[in-house]
């Protein structure tokens, strides 16, 4: 095994999912995630060879005890001496940050300037940060920013209209996230569908349990649905996404809601669970709906009405559309989300094709629409490879 291996780490508040990627094949030669951290019974889970394992941790381990033993498993399974960086996931990089960049002090006095922005996911990102250059002070670090990819919006897109000065002092604006994953199946697209880079107009639907679309134009980013949070937008598995900003006020004055019983509402209990009143899940809410649970059925035309609306909204930015694409967990596996979604755009040229939309699951890539011109196409994202690569070439440049 050669010396071409970045360990990416992806550190959220209670959890911690780690990789170990060669940079020449692409393959994972370690995967995992510590989950419950610092709560009763933390546990890593690991896939190495194919197998899966387990580590017990203590109640009330934290990420430092995470990164250590998932320092002690890399060792005792010699992945160690093949790695060359360690590439972080970093939720807002705010205006610092148009791309990604090697960590140093300056970096992680930014990163926690930011973290106003994002209370619940750049502390978590910096405590990931911290412990691994503790553990692998060897190693050069890499932060990548979900936000960087969405800095090339201009200002038209990028403001609310509110009192200017919200932005030039405390940087209020729409940023955007899951920027990793729109560039990731954008360039992709590109490649396969033979698309010139310089003339090219593609929508991004990243649907997971977060789920945003991106209008991207030449390659860049000109608009997108999350904004200054990842609450903007579209519908999602618990956040609501749009909402009337009035509905704040509403909530406090009428019904006593606190700022942070709207923010518990809106993040946790809205979305296909608000909805369906049965569960964030995808899946879940389709087989009921099948059955015919009549609010699954409307939590899932609501989630299609609004994502189509959406992706019509971007044909302004765009002009016009060569492809739009569907990717996550849902935009991967979904082929009735998918096919729901098409036929509210069939305006703009595209028709589904059943044989097709059912291939294009479980990993398996492909084009959905009768004709390529333009297309929807489906197209499995990969985060993790592109923190391993920028790490990678960051790293090397050094
Ligand atoms: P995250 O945003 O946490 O990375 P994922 O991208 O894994 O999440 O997406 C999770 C969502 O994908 C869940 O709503 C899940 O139900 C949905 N999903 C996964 N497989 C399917 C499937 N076969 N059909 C419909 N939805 C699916």
């Not at 006593?256 to 899946?283: F, H, M, P, T, W």
Request: proline share 3%; net charge negative.
């Amino acid at each position: 095994m050669s010396s071409s291996h970045v360990l990416v780490l992806n550190c959220g508040s209670s959890s911690l999912k780690f990789a170990i990627i060669d940079i020449n094949s692409g393959a994972e030669a370690l995967s995992g995630l510590a989950e419950r951290l610092a709560e009763q019974a933390p546990l890593i889970k690991y896939k190495y060879n194919g197998a899966k394992h387990n580590i017990d941790l203590s109640a009330g381990d934290a990420h430092q005890v995470a990164i250590e033993k998932l320092v002690e498993l890399v060792k005792q399974l010699k992945l160690d001496t093949h790695l060359i960086a360690v590439g972080h996931r970093v939720v807002h990089g705010g205006e610092h940050f148009t791309k990604s960049v090697l960590i140093n002090d300056n970096v992680i006095d930014a990163i926690k300037q930011t973290s106003a922005l994002a209370p619940l996911h750049n502390p978590a990102n910096l405590l990931g940060i911290e412990a691994a250059k503790k553990a692998f002070s060897h190693l050069l670090q890499v932060a990548v920013f979900d936000t960087a990819f969405h800095q090339t919006m201009d200002k038209q897109a990028f403001l609310y209209a509110i009192p200017h000065a919200l932005y030039t002092e405390h940087g209020v604006r729409r940023y955007g996230f899951h920027g990793t994953s729109h560039y990731y199946v954008s360039t992709q697209a590109h490649k396969i569908l033979a698309l010139p880079e310089n003339n090219s107009r593609i929508i991004s639907a990243h649907l997971g349990n977060g789920c945003s679309v991106t209008a991207i134009k030449n390659g860049q980013s000109v608009d997108t649905s999350m904004g200054l949070t990842p609450l903007e937008g579209l519908v999602m598995g618990t956040r609501s996404g749009d909402v009337d900003p009035g509905l704040f006020s509403f909530l406090v004055n009428q019904l006593n809601y606190s700022a942070q019983n709207v923010d518990e509402l809106l993040n946790k209990q809205s979305g296909l669970l608000g909805i369906s009143e049965l569960s964030n899940d995808c899946r879940t809410i389709e087989e009921a709906a099948a059955e015919g649970h009549a609010q699954a059925t409307l939590a899932l035309d609501i989630f299609c009405y609004r994502l189509a609306k959406q992706i019509a909204a971007f044909i302004v930015p765009l002009g016009g559309l060569d492809a739009l694409i569907f990717t996550g967990g849902i935009g991967e596996n979904s082929d009735v989300i998918r096919a729901k979604v098409v036929s509210m755009l069939e305006f703009m040229g595209l028709s589904i094709d059943n044989d097709k939309n059912l291939a294009a699951r479980f990993g398996n890539q492909g084009i959905i629409t009768s004709q390529n011109t333009p297309c929807a196409i489906v197209i499995p994202t990969n985060e993790e490879w592109v923190i391993a690569s920028d790490a990678a070439t960051i790293a090397q440049e050094q």
